[in-house]
């Protein structure tokens, strides 16, 4: 069967379109849900959490970032069930709303010393909300994309969804850049912090104009025509794909380095119990070249798992990435600002992106479209809620005052990446697999001469 030139030049425009909508989607909302991120290690311990034991401050201050996670799962439910009877294009445009509303509201509540035990509580709650709208977006972003993307091409047009979640991060950190350099230390904390979340406002006006244009995916229309959209495809996917939602919980235990990274490294580099003294607006360039980097990176690792598959780069990723995270935070440890940016940028920006590249292709490949959104919706946000305590966990075990912050948070670290590789090692590869076969675990892969040829079109057609 023949492709008119239209509907080609149609295809196009939409993977295009789809591709564009998941990295500036994804950018905008992930600023939202990272400033939160970096305000809990740099200034919430000291306006939320008062206490006349830092370590306990800090602790409280990075649970409430744990917070946001365990909402995550309820959310994955909820969000999930309504992309795949509703529409990928839905569920994304509601999670951008609840996101960017929620985060403005944060920039709006009073402090500890102004209202009491009533501040902190009214952030946990829109922290909750976070977590829930966060957790839609991945999974619907990366169906969405990857259904409107040429067979042969799925990982590199999927790889933007994740382009887009670093550069959300680069933009929540350079925001926060010029006003903790500029600004004297206790305008910052009195009402400097707020700027970047009452800044969402830009964010929802700019994600509604851009989701509006993108049409729902083939694969989901054809669903819905021949009326095969499941009443439940929770009840379904739990039934029909355990192993791999199993799967991929393990697998998205790699939350594990971008804590690691971002959360933890930031409190144990900045705050004052622990001594190590680097400055806020320091220490935020730190993440932001490591992932001005990856955002080079990513296409290019998609682009090479469409090439040899999608379990390679992960499995190398995952190892690599927990191997060094024990250099980046024995860099931190001895004061050195050149070695924890070179750490950074290798953990980070480089070798934690085999991973971080690639699971927004792998993961939906492995569910039918039927159930698409809520199988990877569950089962990566399980798994990156396991991870969200590990922030506070990190300083309990390895509190002020410790003298073995790297070789015990590393290890930690370690140990979960491990975790993350085995489960990918037992996978299915899945990037010959059609898209009407996707999520049969005995489904043919196309021959490697007819993909090469199928490929090479898609690339011709670019």
């Known amino acids: 069967m023949t492709t008119s030139p239209a509907l080609s030049s149609k295809g196009k425009s939409q993977s295009s379109k789809a591709a564009a909508s998941g990295w500036i989607g994804s950018a905008l909302e992930y600023y939202d ?29 990075l649970a409430t970032y744990g917070v946001g996670y365990i909402a995550r799962p309820i959310g994955a439910f909820v969000l999930g069930h309504w992309g795949d009877t509703h529409g990928r294009k839905n569920v994304l445009i509601l999670c951008m709303f609840l996101m960017g509303f929620s985060t403005l509201l944060v920039g709006l509540l009073p402090t500890y010393a102004q209202v009491g035990i009533l501040a902190p509580i009214l952030l946990v709650i829109l922290r909750l909300v976070q977590g829930f709208a966060v957790a839609g977006e991945i999974s619907g972003a990366s169906s969405m994309v990857l259904e409107h993307a040429p067979f042969g091409r799925r990982g590199f047009f999927a790889s933007f969804t994740l382009q887009g979640v670093q550069a959300g991060q680069i933009l929540a950190a350079a925001v926060f850049l010029p006003l903790a350099h500029f600004m004297p230390e206790e305008s910052f904390n009195s009402w400097g912090w707020r700027i970047p979340f009452l800044l969402s406002f830009l964010v929802i006006v700019a994600g509604w104009i851009i989701r509006r244009e993108v049409d729902e995916t083939p694969a989901f229309q054809k669903a819905e025509a021949k009326h095969a959209t499941p009443k439940s495809p929770v009840v379904e996917a739990i039934r029909t794909s355990w192993p791999d939602m199993i ?28 001594g190590i003294g680097f400055h806020k607006d320091v220490y935020l360039w ?43 935070l024995y860099a931190i440890s001895i004061h050195s600002v050149p070695l924890a940016v070179l750490m950074s940028l290798l953990m980070w920006g480089v070798v934690y992106q085999g991973y971080n590249a690639v699971f927004p292709s792998f993961y939906p490949e492995l569910f039918p479209t039927r159930t698409r959104v809520s199988s990877m919706a569950i089962s990566q946000n399980i798994g990156t809620t396991i991870t969200a305590m590990l922030p506070a966990l990190f300083a309990t075990v390895a509190p002020p005052g410790s003298t073995n912050v790297p070789m015990i948070v590393g290890s930690i670290a370690f140990a979960i990446t491990v975790i993350a590789a085995a489960a990918c090692w037992s996978a299915r590869e899945t990037y010959r697999v059609r898209m009407e076969d996707l999520g049969n675990p005995n489904a043919v892969p196309v021959p490697v001469d007819d993909y090469d040829r199928l490929r090479n079109q898609a690339l011709a057609n670019r």
């Open 33 to 61: 849900f990272f400033i939160y991120a970096t305000a809990a290690s740099l200034v919430f311990p000291q306006i939320f959490f008062p206490s006349e034991n830092p370590r306990a401050a800090i602790i409280a201050s």
């Open 247 to 274: 799967r991929v919980i393990c697998m998205a235990l790699m939350n594990t380095i971008p804590v690691v990274a971002t959360v933890f490294g930031a409190a144990y580099a900045v705050q004052a119990a622990y």
């Open 286 to 328: 730190i993440p932001v070249m490591g992932n001005i980097l990856a955002c080079a990176v990513i296409p290019l690792i998609g682009n090479l798992s469409d090439k040899i598959g999608r379990r390679p780069p992960i499995i190398v990723g995952a190892l690599g990435s927990g191997l060094l995270a024990f250099g980046y």
